[in-house]
């Protein structure tokens, strides 16, 4: 009768153990966008005429972010970082969004793939971007934060994503 007793206790105090686990949301680090933007132009070599966009301005920045990516502006982001080219010869560009569930992040990842797809198309970009934006544009996504990397330091500049995650 002891032995049983003592077994139920233990089964008993393993569920109560695996019960404390489950029902908390994992709470998901905060980065702040904007800083990490700022440190990718300084260590990082983009194109002369890489420029942060005002997504903000309601003329230029809101016409940019409809050519560029139009599916973004009906999304409610909580940061949002684009850094494009401003002239059509384009080799590289970067966007780092932060969206407010995972709904949205999910789209805004369909988003970054559509400007890649739009600038790997032959016909429409000059040779040399067809080719940075095929060899060297990566999506990658920690919960609700998604980025955008168009560069020769793709690689470099995705480990540095990630490790603000650690």
Same mark, same amino acid.
Not at 44 to 51: I, K, L, P, R
Not at 101 to 116: G, Y
Not at 147 to 162: G, H, K, N, R, T
């Given at each position: 009768m002891?032995?049983l007793t003592a ?9 109560s153990?695996?019960?404390a ?6 709470e998901? /680090?905060?980065v702040?966008? $904007? !800083?990490?933007? =700022?440190?990718?132009t +300084?260590?990082?070599?983009? #194109?002369?005429f890489? @420029?942060?966009?005002d997504?903000?301005d ?12 139009p ?10 970082e684009?850094?494009?080219s ?5 080799t590289?560009?970067?966007a780092l969004?932060?969206a /407010?569930?995972?709904?949205? $992040? !999910?789209?805004? =990842?369909?988003?970054? +793939?559509?400007r890649?797809? #739009?600038?790997?198309? @032959?016909?429409v970009n000059?040779?040399?971007t067809v080719?940075v934006?095929?060899k060297?544009?990566?999506?990658v996504d ?17 480990s540095e ?6």
């Amino acid at each position: 009768m002891k032995k049983l007793t003592a077994l139920c206790m233990a089964a008993l105090l393993c569920l109560s153990a695996l019960s404390a686990c489950g029902g908390k949301p994992v709470e998901e /680090k905060q980065v702040d966008l $904007a !800083a990490f933007a =700022k440190t990718l132009t +300084e260590n990082h070599e983009f #194109s002369g005429f890489v @420029e942060r966009l005002d997504v903000d301005d309601p003329e230029f920045g809101a016409v940019m972010l409809e050519n560029s990516y139009p599916a973004l502006k009906d999304l409610e982001l909580a940061q949002l970082e684009i850094y494009l080219s401003m002239v059509s010869f384009n080799t590289g560009e970067f966007a780092l969004a932060q969206a /407010k569930s995972p709904e949205d $992040a !999910a789209k805004v =990842k369909e988003a970054f +793939e559509a400007r890649i797809a #739009s600038m790997t198309e @032959e016909g429409v970009n000059y040779p040399e971007t067809v080719e940075v934006w095929t060899k060297h544009a990566k999506v990658v996504d920690h919960g609700t934060y998604v980025m955008l990397v168009c560069s020769e330091e793709a690689d470099a500049i995705v480990s540095e994503f990630e490790a603000l995650f650690q």
